[in-house]
């Protein structure tokens, strides 16, 4: 047994649920067992690096290098678009961006982005798979809102999501 898995005396295993950067679904169980002050810190949970034993959070997010098998399916046919608040500024290269998103959560094909974005936007929409849309273009865009539309929980909403991509490709 490694030694990464000895339990906690105060938390046990010392549960966390992950929630996908991405969609914010809850993904995957991972259990910490004892995690020490210092690596807990570095995890970004606290900041009391002597304490020996720290209770982990119910939730963590590991950010957008792990998104959860839904996205990964999604981002293979198509670019998450997320709507985020006007004026939201773009973040260094480098920095993971963390806009105050508004709700609304779409996925569109590739055609659609390359027919509707500049080539500069729309190289570094097809690497990433992802949109931050300020919601003022978001609502030019005519993309839905809301949890119906907004959040899908499985490929048949990806569907209705590209259905209605292609309504506007008619318009
Ligand atoms: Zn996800």
Redesign the pocket.
């Known amino acids: 047994m490694s030694k990464a898995t000895y339990l906690s005396k105060k938390h046990g295993v010392n549960p966390s649920i992950t929630q996908?950067?991405?969609?914010?679904?809850d993904?995957a169980l991972v259990l910490f067992g004892r995690v020490g002050g210092q690596r807990a810190a570095d995890m970004g949970w606290g900041n009391n690096p002597t304490e020996y034993d720290v209770e982990a959070p119910r939730k963590i997010c590991c950010g957008p290098e792990y998104?959860?098998?839904?996205?990964?399916a999604?981002m293979e046919k198509g670019i998450i678009f997320i709507s985020v608040r006007d004026g939201e500024e773009k973040p260094e290269k480098g920095v993971i961006p963390n806009p105050y998103r508004t709700g609304g959560w779409s996925v569109l094909s590739e055609e659609y982005v390359i027919r509707t974005f500049t080539p500069d936007i729309v190289e570094e929409m097809l690497t990433s798979r992802l949109a931050f849309v300020e919601d003022k273009v978001w609502d030019e865009l005519g993309l839905p809102r809301g949890k119906v539309h907004g959040v899908p929980g499985s490929m048949e909403e990806y569907v209705e999501i590209h259905k209605n991509d292609e309504a506007e490709a008619i318009a």
């Open positions: 996908c950067w991405y969609c914010g679904k993904d998104p959860c098998p839904d996205c990964v999604l």
